[in-house]
């Protein structure tokens, strides 16, 4: 099986333990939990939980144990976009092609949608509610307890106001004012990389790695994390919104400062080849243990969508 269909089968494997997580549309009270659903399945690339995946994989075969925590990183992450497509946040109406759910459900289901996903994502790490489910199975066997509550205090911190909602406010306050580039990476670094070092780092702590081998992948992640960010820059002034699902154009609507905005389109895109490179160097201890990790790298520094 090559790489790439290994990540469609772990995709797969991810909306089937999401659906075996979230409760039924039909659970009373049928319209916050339709709401939920219809976020966490409108489509997205699953790009988190791969992280993890992969991450786990470069310690043990066992990376199923990692599945309960990349299925509450992609619960956080949906709550975060229903929240920030608010009205009083950015104001989308669209988001992976479909109406957001404010837009569907209305401002205060949209909000209250976004609080179960968050609660729950910490109800299934911790909740014997899921110690019998299949997809937990491997995290409550294989997992200490000590690893555990390490993993749930990374994503509740990646999560909070030193983390992802840090990005948020910043974010917001910045709105209509020129910020400096060291500004800017901070807010990224919070608004978009929080999440995704968590992905790593929550999946190097599932594998048990040494405290190098954490320390080499937290270097990873803060790279992978920016570049993440600078590629949405660019997709903003030059992606095709049929593919992204999405508007196009918006953070010059919204007079956001970006790289590009602030060091144009061609030095953006010299400052992603840079920090590919060098995230794919951070990789060079794994060596060939490395090959799905430095593959999805590779997609997420130069995808179209």
Same mark, same amino acid.
């Given at each position: 099986?090559?790489?790439?269909?290994?990540?469609? /089968?772990? *995709? @797969?494997?991810?909306?089937?333990?999401?659906?075996?997580?979230?409760? @039924?549309? /039909?659970?009373?009270?049928?319209?916050? #939990?339709?709401?939920?659903?219809?976020?966490?399945?409108?489509?997205?690339?699953?790009?988190?939980?791969?992280?993890?995946?992969?991450?786990?994989?470069?310690f043990t075969d066992q990376w199923q144990r990692?599945?309960?925590?990349?299925?509450?990183?992609?619960?956080? #992450?949906?709550?975060?976009?229903? #929240?920030?497509?608010?009205?009083?946040?950015?104001?989308?109406?669209?988001?992976?092609?479909?109406?957001?759910?404010?837009?569907?459900?209305?401002?205060?289901?949209?909000?209250?949608?976004?609080?179960?996903?968050?609660?729950?994502?910490?109800?299934?790490?911790?909740?014997? @509610?899921?110690?019998?489910?299949?997809?937990?199975?491997?995290?409550?066997?294989?997992?200490?307890? $000590?690893?555990?509550?390490?993993?749930?205090?990374?994503?509740?911190?990646?999560?909070?106001?030193?983390?992802?909602?840090?990005?948020?406010?910043?974010?917001? /306050?910045? !709105?209509?004012?020129?910020?400096?580039?060291?500004?800017?990476?901070? *807010?990224?670094?919070?608004?978009?990389?929080?999440?995704?070092?968590?992905?790593?780092?929550?999946?190097?702590?599932?594998?048990?790695?040494?405290? /190098?081998?954490?320390?080499?992948?937290?270097?990873?992640?803060?790279?992978?994390? @920016?570049?993440?960010?600078?590629?949405?820059?660019?997709?903003?002034? $030059?992606?095709? !919104?049929?593919?992204?699902?999405?508007?196009?154009?918006?953070?010059?609507?919204?007079?956001?400062?970006?790289?590009?905005?602030?060091?144009?389109?061609?030095?953006?895109?010299?400052?992603?080849?840079?920090?590919?490179?060098?995230?794919?160097?951070?990789?060079?201890?794994?060596?060939?243990?490395?090959?799905?990790?430095?593959?999805?790298?590779?997609? *997420?520094?130069?995808?179209?969508?």
């Amino acid at each position: 099986m090559d790489i790439k269909q290994t990540w469609v /089968e772990k *995709i @797969k494997l991810v909306d089937r333990a999401l659906d075996s997580f979230l409760p @039924k549309a /039909e659970v009373y009270p049928q319209i916050i #939990h339709e709401a939920m659903r219809y976020s966490v399945f409108a489509g997205g690339k699953r790009i988190r939980p791969l992280l993890m995946f992969f991450t786990t994989g470069l310690f043990t075969d066992q990376w199923q144990r990692a599945v309960p925590a990349a299925c509450a990183l992609e619960l956080i #992450h949906t709550y975060s976009l229903i #929240h920030d497509d608010l009205p009083a946040m950015d104001d989308d109406d669209y988001r992976r092609g479909k109406p957001t759910s404010h837009r569907v459900f209305g401002e205060a289901t949209a909000i209250l949608a976004g609080d179960g996903l968050l609660t729950l994502a910490f109800a299934l790490l911790s909740g014997k @509610k899921y110690y019998n489910n299949a997809f937990s199975e491997a995290y409550f066997k294989e997992v200490s307890p $000590e690893i555990s509550l390490h993993v749930i205090s990374e994503l509740a911190e990646a999560a909070g106001s030193l983390g992802m909602i840090a990005g948020q406010i910043l974010d917001l /306050e910045a !709105e209509g004012k020129t910020v400096d580039m060291e500004m800017l990476d901070d *807010i990224n670094t919070r608004k978009t990389g929080a999440l995704i070092t968590a992905a790593i780092r929550c999946g190097a702590l599932l594998g048990e790695a040494q405290a /190098e081998e954490l320390r080499q992948l937290s270097i990873y992640a803060s790279l992978l994390g @920016k570049g993440f960010q600078v590629v949405d820059d660019l997709l903003d002034v $030059e992606g095709d !919104e049929n593919k992204m699902g999405k508007l196009t154009g918006m953070d010059k609507v919204r007079q956001k400062s970006t790289v590009v905005s602030l060091c144009g389109a061609d030095a953006a895109k010299k400052l992603r080849d840079n920090l590919y490179n060098n995230a794919l160097a951070a990789l060079d201890s794994f060596k060939e243990n490395g090959d799905e990790l430095s593959s999805l790298t590779r997609f *997420i520094f130069y995808r179209d969508y």
